[in-house]
């Protein structure tokens, strides 16, 4: 059973954000990269299948600032293969191009699952997972929370809004798009980390040239303005709540 | 050239689902300026009830047993061969756990450019735009979506969904369903969220909690004060993960969709899964100790101050309130 | 949570007790007593499956992997209670109980608020998820400006090492604000890192993370090694105990006085400084990192005594008895598990002794404390007057101007 988990590398919202002075991406100068929350859980999922069913899983990365750190954390939680994809990811890659380029390489690990996150927050041109499988010619199913394996076929979770969960079956080889682990990511202890850091070997995959095409274009990105912001209630307790009930009066609810 | 636009009805559970009407307000502002019409398309099993509503110049119906049950492969087989065919302006899908996926799906099969996270469609001389909001709702995005067909996923707050609803019932054309192989994907069944509980999404008043709450204890005061207003607690994802609070409480894109008089987001800081649920509510008053949390672009009031010291006092201020208008 | 997977029960036993005879004094573990003491004077003692002394007798019969089941020994705040009681003179916190986190921690076995404790730590630099680029914000408007070592272009005398939460937590930057203000009314030829530094990782360490800990004190040895200066002085005793007992064994070797040693050594200046009256019965809270794990007692009281109308009363436990505030060995970071299962705050308990001392003010000198008090006094009826203040706040007002 082999497991690919791809993991993008998505703008850290901790940090600030500053538009390109162009005005048509981030600034690559002030963004930090972190990975995918969703992918992060994508990876749980990859292990905790390894660990209930036997598998190898092999985690799959665009080289970014930072991809490195993420890989040797996959391999400490217990990856057994690593990947970087090498090419220009930055600037004005998207999802299209990304999918469109594993899914011309990714064919050679012969995988049975894909894993990545349903979405992340820096998608503009759809998310990466159901664009991977149409690329592939392999059926997709997102919004996933729990998986089991059931031979040549999965068993998932795949949740609708107002609660409803669907259990749903999946012919594999398939890709799915992780909404949640059925545990939360597992901590690991950085000396672990460490450790993967001298054992664990990095292959890399050359991606000589990126398909961006499949977005519609942008002609302006910019911060959302803090314009259109709440009215803010200052001082001690006693008078924010003063303000908050004759809000509520204000609205016939007192 | 077909100036149409394609809106792909979602239902779940024998309704139609609020982004549908979204979509359709959406679509119902482009098209006179386009020159085309709206062509709501729904795929299901015994649906055509559903269609007395919907803001659409005509719709057209693929109903059928087979169709009952949401099987992204067959939606995707369907709709491939239905725009290629027609080849419409738009095709406007929910950014949803049963539309993202599709859309994107076609996107890539078909070859036709994709938006996804869209808030608003404009239209200018000749052309058509978009706007989307990306990065935790803090990045704004707009540009030109190509012709002769885009691909539009599509996410609440834009359009008030009254717009998307007719008095009217559109005129219903059934179409043929195309020849349908076993699909790789099946449902087994469905789970259904515990009933007997609080329905959150018919609450007037609704006290909301998010990760600054902390811990399962704390939600006692939140409890009282929900009590105090004579409304019910609800809370963001990260709260019902721990298990604090149970799913039917979930107010988010995976949850449920409010519309109270008075959302008082307590600890929550405005993520899009979250913020897209709550656009209903009438007024949004957000407590957040941190001043650049995004539900602030969204709360029409909000505050600094701490939860915890807020709490107990607008407690206390509201009881007396309610004793003074009692005597 | 994960289990452990264990090869052969004596072979880990065995590893686990080489690993605790390691450490500085480690061996004395074999001379335990089986007295309880530690158990008995441990503020959580009663709340853990294996409290010190239980921990020992079960390394001794060879089952040491019985004591590191369940959560319990997370209600370890590392206050040293049982290390500064044994009569063996056994490194319990620093070895036994430190070591055990660790085994939990490489099993994966913690807390989900810990986590996130340790991964922002990781990331960030600071347990708090700020952004390392606004370390140093909290100096903004701050006159005269707070000098960034950076941006000194020459050696200076003394380093100031700020720490996490009193670079971005908003109640401690305000002692952060007092203590330059009294550097400055010193006069004293200072600078900070402001965002090289990182977190001195010392609860961190103590919660079990080694390998995080050495990782942050290679990047502060680091950003230390680029500029001359004599000292470092630091306003969080949690960084005077990892800048004075741990990084000298990684390499890392400064003189280093937590802030009340420099000012109490600067007594002579300072006293002509503290113009205003501060009239208050204050009490003062010895922090554990300072205290205990220390022995540092004096010199904030000499401060405490200097400021014209401050009446200095002792708690009932105070000095080498001090209660823990609840914040150390990532105690910080626990609240919620630590609420669910003991039902009591040690830093509600502490603020009721502030109370029945028949103190106005609880006087503090670590990062931790003046935000934990101050909720806790929030929550204890009859503590809601009394003021939090660090010794750096009061000394600033003192001071005036």
Known sequence: MNILVIVKMVPDLVEELAVDPDGKGLDPDWVRWKPNEFDDHAIEQAILIKERHGAQVTVVIPDMDGAEDAMYAAAARGADRLVKLRGDFTGSANNHALARALGKYLPELQPDLLLTGVQAHNDLDGSLGPLLAEFMGLPYLGYVAGVHLQGDKANVRKEHPGGVVAEMEINLPAVLGIQAAEQAPRYVAFSRIRQAMKTAAIEEQEIPHLDISGAAEVSLMKQVESGERAEMFAGDPDQVADRIVAVMRDHGIL | ?327 | MATLSVPKRSTFNELFYSGLTKIPDGERVRTCLQCGTCSGVCPFGYLMDHPPGKMIAALRAGVIERALQGDTLWMCVSCYACTQVCPSKIPLTPGLMTKAKEELMLAGNIPSELQDALENTHRYGNPLGESPRRRAMWTRGVEPPVRIMSQVQRPLETLWFVGDYASYHPRVQLVSVAFAQVLNALGVDYAILGTEENSDGDSQRLAGERGLFEMLAEKNGRAFGKYSFNEIITTDPHAYNALKNEYPALGISYPVRHYTQFLAERIDQLKPLLRRDVKAQVTFHDPCYLGRANGEYDAPRLLLQSIPGVKLVEMSHHKETSLCCGGGGGGMWLDGFSWEKAHVRLSEWRVREAVNAEASVLAVACSYEAPRFEDAVKMVEKARRLVVRDIAELLAESIGG
């Not at chain 2, 938006?115 to 989307?132: E, F, I, K, M, P």
């Not at chain 2, 707050?157 to 609803?165: A, I, L, W």
Request: proline share 7%.
């Open chain 2, 1 to 327: 050239m077909n100036k149409d636009i394609f809106v792909i009805i979602e239902h779940l559970g024998g309704e139609v689902a609020d982004i549908s009407y979204v979509m359709l307000a959406a679509a119902r502002e482009i098209a006179p300026a386009l020159q085309g019409e709206v062509v709501g398309i729904l795929l299901g099993g015994g649906i055509e009830n559903l269609c007395q509503n919907l803001a659409a110049d005509r719709v057209w119906l693929f109903d059928d047993p087979r169709l009952a049950d949401y099987s992204p492969t067959t939606n995707l087989h369907i709709l491939g061969e239905l725009i290629q065919q027609h080849a419409p302006r738009a095709v406007i899908f929910g950014d949803t756990s049963t539309g993202a996926e599709v859309a994107a799906g076609l996107s890539a099969r078909l070859d036709l450019p994709m938006v996804s996270a869209c808030h608003s469609l404009t239209v200018g001389d000749q052309s058509l735009g978009y706007d989307s909001r990306i990065c935790g709702g803090r990045i704004q995005v707009q540009g030109e979506l190509p012709s002769p067909t885009a691909l539009i996923a599509m996410v609440p707050g834009g359009y008030n969904p009254d717009s998307g609803r007719s008095a009217v019932p559109p005129p219903i054309e059934r179409l043929a369903i195309p020849h349908l192989e076993e699909p790789p994907i099946r449902l087994l069944s469905y789970i259904q969220p515990e009933t007997g509980d609080v329905d959150i999404s018919r609450a007037e008043v609704l006290v909301s909690v998010g990760r600054g709450i902390q811990n399962q204890d704390n939600l006692e005061i939140v409890e009282e004060l929900a009590e105090a207003l004579g409304g019910a607690v609800c809370a963001s994802r990260p709260v019902v993960d721990q298990g604090w609070l149970p799913v039917s409480r979930l107010v988010g894109k995976s949850g449920r969709r409010v519309r109270p008089k008075i959302y008082l987001a307590l600890g929550i800081s405005g993520a899009p899964e979250h913020v897209e649920a709550i656009g209903g509510s009438q007024v949004i008053v957000a407590v957040n100790t941190d001043p650049e949390a995004p539900i602030f672009n969204l709360a029409q009031y909000g505050t600094t101050s701490d939860l915890f010291d807020l709490v107990p006092v607008l407690t206390d201020h509201i009881r007396q309130a309610r004793s003074e208008r009692v005597a």
